[in-house]
């Protein structure tokens, strides 16, 4: 099959939708809400302390998933440079997908409730995990066509500007998963 204009072949494009469709599946059979239990669903939805929290198309953690395409680009070139773009798209959705599947297992639900400032988070619904994959696409192109200054300006922009607005972004997020810090926690629970 050709590439699209893109670059991107129709294959890796279809194989890129399948792994979404699947991850879907997986996280429905793991007792994962459709779409918000609130009934609707909405584009934005930016109370961070909320039931309807990670239950809607884009939220807070959304830059975030922008960024893991930028940074899954990033490394994907680096390190798999003769690999074609559609191959390294989808290993960047492959990954993205078992993060959204590990996302939302009990282990790593209760990691987030004692470890960062999302005491009550319940889970994504799968209308949030398949926008988190579509966002982090974003993030992809984004540093496709984007010079790599334009990037790393995005990437500090972004975490900047979501630190300022509720304390959190993907840098934090990774250090209270992996190496909780009380006084990060107490930052963030000051805000």
């Not at 009990?106 to 799968?126: H, K, N």
Request: proline fraction near 2%; hydrophobic fraction near 55%; charged fraction near 15%.
């Amino acid at each position: 099959m050709g590439a699209t204009s893109s670059g991107v072949s129709a294959r890796a494009v279809a194989l890129a939708f399948g792994i979404v469709a699947v991850t879907a599946m997986v996280l429905l059979w793991m007792g994962r809400a459709p779409f918000c239990e609130c009934g609707y669903v909405k584009f934005w939805h930016g109370e961070t302390v909320s039931s309807e929290n990670s239950q809607h198309i884009a939220d807070w953690d959304t830059p975030s998933h922008i960024l893991h395409g930028l940074v899954f680009y990033a490394f994907l070139w680096l390190i798999l440079r003769r690999a074609s773009l559609g191959s390294r798209l989808v290993i960047a959705t492959a990954v993205e997908a078992v993060w959204e599947i590990a996302e939302n297992t009990d282990a790593v639900i209760q990691r987030y409730r004692e470890a960062t400032i999302a005491l009550d988070y319940y889970g994504d619904s799968v209308l949030n995990s398949v926008a988190d994959i579509a966002w982090m696409w974003v993030g992809f192109v984004l540093a496709r066509v984007l010079p790599v200054w334009a990037s790393i300006v995005l990437f500090i922009a972004a975490e900047l500007f979501v630190g300022w607005m509720i304390r959190d972004g993907l840098t934090l997020n990774v250090i209270m998963l992996l190496a909780p810090q009380d006084w990060i926690r107490e930052w963030q629970m000051a805000g």
